[in-house]
């Protein structure tokens, strides 16, 4: 069945560092990938996500391509600041499944000054 | 619009009790899910609607569990009896009528604490 892969956490980071969240897929047809982040004490919340093969998603700095040739839709930032530190999850809508999504396990990222 | 609603933020009960939680989708959608999550387990999504319907429930760990969406508005989420291993976060969402690429719309969730 349909479901995503990623890396596992808590990634530590210093502020300006560079960030990538690992994330791959398995799924039939063309699924749909997000990425969700959610703050201390809230629900998750859209961060960007992409519909098709190549697509770049992207908000905040943060970005995410959509590769079909190696089933992955890594997150990356050029310079994280304090504020990035949350809990980041990978997520697909398949192609056939109508709106149900499959959620990564999530990767916790702490930025410090 | 005010986004999902959820209540309570917080519940604390103990082993035994009932407890209800509640959700208001956001208005025009037509999907509503549940999720539970965990520090051992993450999220796991529990049951979902469609148009007050529901859909696939093969996430609900028990019989204990139970969901009802009475109308488009409204959905509760009950745990008859509670145990202490149903402590976690459950979160509600909801998403628009059928269609690639809707988001979820997540509420602020309700933190159960069973003792």
């Known amino acids: 069945g349909d479901s995503v892969t990623q890396m596992e956490g808590p990634v530590t980071l210093s502020e300006e560092a560079f960030l990538t969240i690992n994330c791959t897929y398995t799924a039939t047809g063309y699924p749909s990938l997000f990425w969700y982040v959610q703050y201390p004490g809230e629900g998750l919340q859209l961060l960007l996500k992409a519909t098709k093969a190549d697509d770049k998603g992207s908000n905040k700095g943060f970005e995410a391509t959509y590769r079909k040739e190696t089933t992955s839709f890594h997150l990356e930032k050029g310079s994280v600041q304090v504020s990035d530190s949350a809990v980041y999850f990978c997520a697909l809508q398949g192609a056939n499944t109508g709106n149900q999504f499959y959620f990564g396990t999530g990767t916790s990222l702490t930025v410090i000054p | 619009d005010a986004g999902v609603i959820q209540s309570p933020r917080h519940e604390v009960t103990e082993m035994g009790q009932e407890v209800t939680l509640r959700c208001k989708p956001i208005?025009?959608?037509?999907?509503l899910f549940w999720y539970r999550q965990t520090m051992m387990r993450g999220l796991e999504l529990l049951i979902y609607?469609?148009?007050?319907?529901?859909?696939?429930d093969s996430g609900m760990p028990e019989d204990r569990f139970s969901a009802k969406m009475p109308n488009a508005s409204f959905s509760t989420l009950k745990i008859q009896p509670s145990e202490p291993r149903d402590s976690a976060v459950y979160f509600c969402?909801?998403?628009?009528?059928?269609?690639?690429?809707?988001?979820?719309?997540f509420g602020p969730g309700t933190r159960l604490t069973v003792l």
């Open positions: 208005s025009g959608h037509d999907y």
């Open positions: 969402a909801s998403s628009e009528p059928p269609g690639l690429n809707n988001e979820q719309f």
């Open positions: 609607f469609n148009n007050n319907v529901p859909i696939d």
